[in-house]
Nanobody, 123 residues
Framework: QVQLVESGGGLVQAGDSLRLSCAAS????????MGWFRQAPGKEREFVAA????????GYADSVKGRFTISRDNAKNTVYLQMNSLKPEDTAVYYC????????????????WGQGTQVTVSS
């Protein structure tokens, strides 16, 4: 089992930045492919970003490419999502996810999910 706890969400204005954190426990963090997803009201959950075990492979949704950066600190069992130049359309609940089966999971295949953290961007 893997437990994931997100933090760092909040209410910000358009153009501001936020950094989300996701602390993992229960398994060797350095052997977990990690991802961030988000779900806006009335919409399906969508992929945001992913990172491999060592951090050498990353991927992003087109909507956030160039603005968001995913990173990880295996010594702290934590994955981060740095979000810059936030837009109102980034408003959503953000979830981190873990996949113990693959080095890099990309957009699908995650087995464990956190409870989410709310990000609200006002215009």
């Amino acid at each position: 089992q893997v437990q994931l706890v997100e933090s760092g969400g909040g209410l910000v204005q358009a153009g501001d930045s936020l950094r989300l954190s996701c602390a993992a426990s229960g398994r060797t963090f350095g052997r977990l492919a990690m991802g961030w997803f988000r779900q806006a009201p009335g919409k399906e959950r969508e992929f945001v970003a992913a990172i491999s075990w060592s951090g050498d492979s990353t991927g992003y949704a087109d909507s956030v490419k160039g603005r968001f950066t995913i990173s990880r600190d295996n010594a702290k069992n934590t994955v981060y999502l740095q979000m810059n130049s936030l837009k109102p359309e980034d408003t959503a609940v953000y979830y981190c996810a873990a996949d113990p089966k693959k080095y890099y999971s990309g957009t699908t295949g995650y087995d464990y999910w956190g409870q989410g953290t709310q990000v609200t961007v006002s215009s």
